[in-house]
């Protein structure tokens, strides 16, 4: 599997992405703030580090519909200890390990005992159609990144990509989203339902005429 994991999660309102990946990884991809931190810093104290991080992070990720392009903005991001990686399969997951500091007194080793997490966010909604997703920075060449599509928090594809700078990520969503689905399951039991309540009222109407 993928050091790099990617989840994708479109809703009616927003597209948002979360990023696992070996905090190394990060701090050469992505010029500018440095996730390397101070001598003796404790996590609490370098989570603004890791914010300051994504939001740099997220000038460079663009996500494009037929109709517009939209740069991500971040809402989250924390470091946490590589060799103890926290679940991150589903957006309630990713959502958690974004935001959630386990050891916030535990001094902070160097930056290769440490994993990134961050969470970014565009005003895409599902109803928008094809997505693309594109990650300008220098990656390492043929980075694998374990990509999961969710559409409404149901899982509708995972696949492995290889992330290349500017090279954009193709989502397509399904022809009726799990939201819709669920839709049309509650719709055929209305019906049936109420197609059951008929007949047991005629079939109770029929009893008191013979009566």
Same mark, same amino acid.
């Given at each position: 599997?993928?050091?790099?994991?990617?989840?994708?999660?479109?809703? *009616?309102?927003?597209? &948002?992405?979360?990023?696992?990946?070996?905090?190394p990884?990060?701090?050469?991809?992505? %010029?500018?703030? *440095?996730?390397?931190?101070p001598e003796? %810093?404790?996590?609490?104290?370098?989570q603004?580090?890791?914010r300051? %991080?994504?939001? /740099?992070? %997220?000038?460079?990720?663009?996500?494009?519909?037929?109709?517009?392009?939209?740069?991500a903005?971040?809402t989250?991001?924390?470091l946490h200890?590589?060799?103890?990686?926290?679940?991150?399969? &589903?957006?309630?997951? *990713?959502?958690i390990?974004? *935001?959630?500091?386990?050891?916030?007194?535990?001094?902070?080793?160097?930056?290769?005992d440490?994993?990134?997490?961050?969470?970014?966010v565009?005003?895409?909604?599902?109803?928008a159609?094809?997505?693309a997703?594109?990650?300008?920075?220098?990656?390492?060449?043929n980075?694998?990144v374990?990509?999961?599509?969710?559409?409404?928090?149901?899982?509708?594809?995972?696949?492995? /990509?290889?992330?290349?700078?500017?090279?954009?990520?193709?989502?397509?969503?399904?022809?009726?989203?799990?939201?819709?689905?669920?839709?049309?399951? $509650?719709l055929?039991?209305g019906?049936v339902?109420?197609? $059951?309540?008929?007949?047991?009222?005629?079939?109770?109407?029929v009893?008191?005429?013979?009566?």
């Amino acid at each position: 599997m993928a050091d790099v994991t990617l989840i994708v999660n479109r809703n *009616a309102a927003v597209t &948002t992405l979360y990023l696992s990946a070996p905090a190394p990884v990060m701090s050469e991809a992505f %010029a500018g703030p *440095a996730l390397e931190p101070p001598e003796g %810093a404790t996590f609490a104290e370098a989570q603004r580090l890791a914010r300051d %991080a994504a939001q /740099h992070m %997220a000038d460079h990720i663009t996500l494009n519909t037929a109709e517009n392009i939209s740069v991500a903005r971040t809402t989250s991001a924390l470091l946490h200890i590589s060799d103890d990686p926290l679940r991150f399969s &589903t957006p309630f997951e *990713a959502s958690i390990s974004t *935001a959630l500091c386990t050891t916030p007194d535990r001094q902070l080793p160097s930056l290769g005992d440490l994993r990134f997490y961050g969470a970014f966010v565009a005003d895409i909604p599902f109803e928008a159609g094809p997505l693309a997703v594109s990650f300008n920075g220098p990656f390492p060449e043929n980075m694998a990144v374990d990509l999961l599509y969710f559409e409404r928090g149901a899982l509708v594809s995972r696949r492995s /990509h290889d992330l290349i700078a500017g090279d954009p990520i193709q989502i397509s969503p399904t022809q009726s989203g799990p939201g819709r689905t669920a839709l049309w399951i $509650a719709l055929i039991s209305g019906f049936v339902l109420v197609a $059951a309540l008929s007949r047991r009222l005629a079939m109770t109407q029929v009893k008191c005429s013979e009566i």
